[in-house]
Every structure is written in structure tokens, then in C-alpha cells.
């Protein structure tokens, strides 16, 4: 079986010479092959859906937001062919693709918002008869580039608020997850989506390019590891377009010695090591501060984290399931070489006991991580959590923003000011009291700062509205017959 592109509302071949396998992690099989586009391709699938673009511009909005509903009840009523699909190419557990599905139909139901939250403004009689509006439009193309970790979410998250304000997207999906977001096309078509306003094209770093060069892609957004994202973003904007890059996170949990340390507890292994650690949200370092809070949260995890199943996605008692390829699974394993090699303290040891095929790595913990350690400054994309032990609060927030990302940052404290002085004084994009994954709702931006996040504009949330179109703002005067608009003046115009 080989999964093609998506142009003009149908499976696309592409000129078929370069495939690329796609896997199932869970047992390490081939699923399918990939057709690999190329910057030709990207320029006629530019073209298609420039045209497309061009006519659903012209689209009523009220028309346009029934195909975003529409599109809604196939995604709710194809959740289980999505989460399979997911599933078997992610290695996610079932139960996580769901949540997936849940959290990008939160995206759908947000971009049936778009005509209220891109409307423009209107002044009466700023000076001189003259009335100021401003209006917004659609870009035309916009370019979306995803990651593999959510196959479902983040295209959807991305095109559904892009679509909803009149543009036509080129996804260019992971090449590791591909199955999902060719079923997504396909949905989209059902859904009554004009032909050439959604278009996929599969591929690897020439798609990439092909988008960020092509005169006719004004808008880029893009999810993924901070150096793509830091290449898409420069790259992208030498050639003059708008581009919202979301990359990597290296999330902090702050425990205060005041804490619900069996809430804490529960929530740090839940936001750790859920979907295998692959979230840009997961919580990658615990903070306990003071050795009590120490001790007694390792007593809490520990057993916690001994007992999580990890297994096939289809298996309804894992918690978690493989990571997304081999070469992943050996750059998790040597994370933690790296870890015993710099000082740090494997407590939990999750390199063996599984003996299939898939690409497998246990939840693994390491004690005593200090912020010289790779442990602490890399992303590690896999089960592997390090505790890093300090003494105060103050302490807590420089060891945050001593780390060069900002996805998010978590504080679990029982008392208001600590939680009040975290919220304010550390450098992230979202922060949680008491809350582990504070992954805002639609209707929030989302988004990290510092190396989390290039460009400042946001593609998730309201923001999202303002980023995928164009603002216009219009002075204009309807003078009288007779009235003093013949006068000849050389001075800069004031609003008198
Ligand atoms: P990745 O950077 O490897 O790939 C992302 C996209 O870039 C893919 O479509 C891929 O094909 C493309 N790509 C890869 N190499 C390229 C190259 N050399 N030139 C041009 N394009 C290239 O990321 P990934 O492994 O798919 O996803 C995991 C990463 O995404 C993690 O770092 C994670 O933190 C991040 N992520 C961030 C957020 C966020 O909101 N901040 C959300 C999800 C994932």
C-alpha cells in the first residue's frame, strides 16, 4: 500500500520516484510507503490552490463556517478510523489519539469563530468628513508544516482557523505520520470543502524548501524541533513571508514543600510520561524544593512510575507506547549514558525488559541532574525524566529560566504568593498552577516564548485569525458637491 498526496481534492502520484517507508512503532513494520514530493510539486499544488484560494475568498462566511461544521460531525464521526490510523503510525495508545481527536476538535469548533473574531472596526468622522475602517482579508496560501507527534491536532489546529478565514493551506505532514492527515483530505472533500483549498504534500527537507521559496506562500506555520523551526524561520522570512514557528520545550514542575505531594505526585508521572513523553508539553524536569519535598515525592513517583505498562497501541492496559523510530529510541538510550557518565542518578532503569520488535524504551528517572548536564539542557524526546533538586523558590525560577526554551512551566504550591511570583517572574508561554499540562483551550493563544517559539505571531487561538489574514485600514470622504475638497494644500494632512 503507498499513501500519495492531496491536490485539487484527490490522491496525487507526484512523478513517483522517490518513496520513503512509513513504520508502525509498535511492532516495527512497515506500514506503507510514502510518495516524496518535491519543490515542482509544491509549485503546482501552489498554483491549484492559489486559484481555489482566490474563489473561496469570494465564499459567503456563513458558507464557509458550515464546512468547518460539517467537517466537525466526519471528525467526531470517524474518530475511530482517525485514532486507529494514529495509532498504528504514532504509536500512541488509543485512548491518548482520542484525547488528540478531542483537543483538535476544540480547533474546529474555535475557527466557527472566525467571522466574529476577524471583524474589523469602523470611526465616524475622524476630521473633515472623513470615516476610517479596517477590514481583514486572507492571505491567499498558507504553508503548514507539522510534526509527528500530533498527526491529527496540529494540522487541524493549524488549517481550520486558516481555512475558516477564506485561505487555502498546503500541510506538509510528517513523513512519519501520513496515513491521518491523507484521511483528513479526504474527510475535508466529504465535507464539501471546494477541491484545491486543502492540499497535502507528503515529503521530507525539498518540500520544506519549495514552500519557503515559492513567491505565492505568504504565510508559513510551522510545529516541530527548535532547529527546523529556527531554519523554517529564517529561511522563511529572507523570502518575505509571515512565519509562526513552535518549537521545542524542556517543561519545569515546581514542587513547594506546602504542596498536595500526592496530587503532585500523580500529575507529574500523568504529564511526564504520557504518550510516551512526546509532547512539547510533557513535563520534562521535577523541581522539588528542599530535600524533604525531595525524599518524599521520589517515595510518591517511584512506584507510580514502576507500575505505567507501556505496549502496542492497541493494547487497552498500556499507558504509553513506543517511541516514533529506532534512531529515536537510540537517542533516548544514550541520553541516558550520557546522564550516568555526567553524575547524574538512574533511580528507574527502563532500557530493557522488552524484547519485540517495536521501539520501545521503559519510563527511566534520573536523580541529581544539574543544569551543566545534557539532561538538563537537551529536549529528550522519550521516557526519560531527571529530577533537579533545589532549595528555594528563588532558586526554582532561575534553574526555569536558566534553560533556553519556554514552552511551559508548572508550579504545584498550596500558597498564592509562590504560585503568584512564578507566574510572573518565569520566562515561559504557558504556565500551570496546580495544573500539569497547561495547554490553554481554543479560545486562548497557545504558544512558548524564548527558543520555544519563533515569529510572534500565533497560529492556534485568536491570534491565529489575526496571523492567517491581512489587515486593511481605509480612510475615505463622500464630500458634498460644492464642499472644500478643491482646496490645494502642501501640508501633511491633519484630522482638523
Ligand atoms: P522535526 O523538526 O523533526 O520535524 C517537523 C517537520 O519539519 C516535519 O514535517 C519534518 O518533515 C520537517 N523537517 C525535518 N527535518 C527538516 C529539515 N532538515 N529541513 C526542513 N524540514 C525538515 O520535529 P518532529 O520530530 O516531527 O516533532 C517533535 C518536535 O516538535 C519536538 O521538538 C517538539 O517539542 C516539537 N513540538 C513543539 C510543539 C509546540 O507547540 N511548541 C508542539 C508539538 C511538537
Not at 506500514?31 to 491549484?48: I, K
Request: aromatic share 8%; glycine share 10%.
Amino acid at each position: 500500500m503507498k499513501i500519495s498526496h492531496f491536490i485539487a481534492g484527490q490522491p496525487h502520484a507526484g512523478s513517483g520516484i522517490h518513496t520513503g517507508p512509513v513504520f508502525n512503532p509498535s511492532n516495527g513494520h512497515k506500514l506503507y510507503d510514502l510518495d516524496y514530493g518535491d519543490s515542482d510539486l509544491v509549485d503546482h499544488a501552489v498554483a491549484v490552490a492559489k486559484k481555489a484560494g482566490a474563489e473561496w475568498a469570494k465564499t459567503s462566511q456563513a458558507r464557509r463556517l458550515q464546512i468547518i461544521f460539517k467537517m466537525r460531525e466526519l471528525v467526531i464521526a470517524n474518530t475511530d478510523r482517525i485514532a486507529e490510523i494514529t495509532g498504528q503510525e504514532n504509536g500512541k495508545t488509543l485512548a491518548d489519539a482520542k484525547g488528540e481527536i478531542g483537543r483538535a476538535l476544540e480547533a474546529l469548533e474555535y475557527a466557527t469563530n472566525a467571522a466574529q473574531i476577524s471583524k474589523g472596526e469602523y470611526s465616524l468622522n475622524v476630521g473633515g468628513g472623513i470615516d476610517v475602517y479596517s477590514f481583514r482579508q486572507p492571505v491567499g496560501v498558507v504553508g503548514c508544516i507539522a510534526p509527528f507527534n500530533f498527526p491529527v491536532m496540529v494540522p487541524l489546529m493549524m488549517a481550520s482557523m486558516a481555512i475558516a478565514c477564506g485561505n487555502a493551506v498546503i500541510l506538509k505532514p510528517s513523513e512519519k505520520v501520513p496515513g491521518a492527515s491523507f484521511l483528513l483530505s479526504e474527510l475535508w472533500k466529504e465535507a464539501g470543502l471546494p477541491d484545491g483549498v486543502w492540499n497535502m504534500v507528503n515529503g521530507g527537507k525539498e518540500v520544506v524548501d519549495g514552500i519557503l521559496t515559492n513567491p505565492d506562500i505568504p504565510a508559513i506555520s510551522f510545529v516541530g524541533s527548535t532547529a527546523i523551526g529556527e531554519y523554517i524561520y529564517q529561511k522563511g522570512s529572507h523570502h518575505g513571508k509571515r512565519v509562526a514557528a513552535y518549537t521545542g520545550g524542556k517543561n519545569h514542575m515546581v514542587v513547594m514543600p506546602d504542596a498536595d505531594l500526592e496530587a503532585a505526585a500523580s500529575a507529574f508521572v500523568s504529564a511526564a510520561y504520557g504518550s510516551a513523553s512526546q509532547r512539547c508539553m510533557a513535563i520534562s524536569l521535577l523541581l522539588p524544593v528542599g530535600k524533604q519535598t525531595a525524599d518524599k515525592l521520589i517515595e510518591l513517583i517511584v512506584p507510580k512510575i514502576k507500575a505505567l505498562r507501556m505496549g502496542a497501541y492497541n493494547d487497552p492496559k498500556a499507558d504509553f507506547g513506543a517511541v516514533i523510530s529506532t534512531v529515536s529510541k537510540e537517542q533516548v538510550l544514550a541520553s541516558i549514558d550520557t546522564a550516568i557518565e555526567q553524575g547524574g542518578e538512574l533511580i528507574i532503569d527502563g532500557r530493557f525488559g522488552e524484547d519485540s520488535n517495536g521501539f520501545y524504551v521503559g519510563a527511566s528517572l534520573i536523580d541529581n541532574v544539574t543544569v551543566e548536564m545534557e539532561m538538563y539542557k537537551k529536549e529528550i524526546f522519550g521516557p526519560v525524566r531527571g529530577i533537579v533538586r533545589v532549595n528555594s523558590l528563588d532558586e526554582a525560577i532561575d534553574v526555569t529560566n536558566h534553560h533556553e526554551y519556554g514552552n511551559g512551566a508548572v508550579i504545584y504550591t498550596r500558597d498564592g504568593n509562590s504560585a503568584h511570583r512564578f507566574t510572573v517572574e518565569v520566562k515561559a508561554g504557558m504556565l500551570g498552577v496546580n495544573v500539569a499540562v497547561p495547554v490553554p483551550v481554543g479560545h486562548h493563544n497557545f504558544g512558548g516564548l524564548r527558543r520555544s517559539k519563533f515569529g510572534d505571531a500565533h497560529m492556534f487561538g485568536p491570534d491565529a485569525a489575526r496571523f492567517y489574514s491581512d489587515l486593511k485600514t481605509v480612510s475615505q470622504r463622500w464630500p458634498e458637491s460644492g464642499g472644500d475638497s478643491h482646496t490645494l494644500s502642501m501640508a501633511f494632512p491633519s484630522n482638523e
